[in-house]
């Protein structure tokens, strides 16, 4: 009688053992279940976001350009082009290339590739004034050297590398404000492509 009740003892010890283990390991899958929440949260946030203009320039200029004629060495007549240029400068992140890893157990949003700026340059000339020879006219050719020339200048007057610096800021602001769910759940940004440093929410 004595050995039944030592079985019978055992037996409950085992089975309260049993339902702690299953109640224990219920508990942590929970866990599991509130960080995969977490990832597919922010991943199905990052999947939306698409190209991004982080700055746009504009600038323009007013080109006035002499063309004059000569006949055994003396300028005999002469004729000018006033051109006006408009130019407008883009900086942009295709966003679809950007790889981010999602760090669900240290709350951490990790930028694993960031992929180059792309800046556009595109100036648009207008003829302003022509001021034409009745010996020496203006050909077709005269004014698309005078508006290719144009559009070169203004190419040149746009600083690139500030363009890139400005960008990558204006670019490390928007992405704060982009994160605004990892915020809500406590993560940090953080930035392994060195190209625009650690961002902190």
Do not use: H
């Amino acid at each position: 009688m004595r050995n039944y009740k030592t079985i019978l003892s055992f037996a409950a010890g085992a089975g309260v053992m049993v339902l702690l283990f299953f109640g224990l390991k219920s508990c942590l899958n929970l866990g599991k279940k509130t960080e995969k929440s977490d990832y597919y949260i922010l991943t199905n946030q990052i999947s939306k976001m698409n190209k991004m203009v982080v700055i746009e320039q504009n600038s323009s200029t007013m080109q006035k350009t002499k063309m004059g004629y000569e006949f055994l060495g003396k300028e005999v007549s002469s004729n000018s082009i006033i051109t006006y240029t408009k130019t407008n400068a883009q900086v942009s992140y295709d966003l679809n290339k950007m790889k981010l890893e999602v760090d669900s157990i240290n709350k951490k949003l990790i930028i694993a590739e960031l992929p180059d700026a792309d800046i556009r340059i595109t100036p648009s000339v207008e003829i302003q004034s022509l001021d034409d020879s009745f010996f020496n006219r203006i050909s077709e050719r005269d004014i698309k050297n005078v508006t290719t020339k144009a559009k070169e200048t203004a190419v040149k007057s746009i600083d690139q590398n500030q363009l890139r610096s400005e960008g990558r800021k204006q670019l490390m602001e928007n992405l704060d404000n982009i994160f605004v769910l990892a915020k809500a759940l406590n993560y940090t940004i953080e930035d392994k492509t060195g190209k625009i440093g650690v961002l902190g929410l």
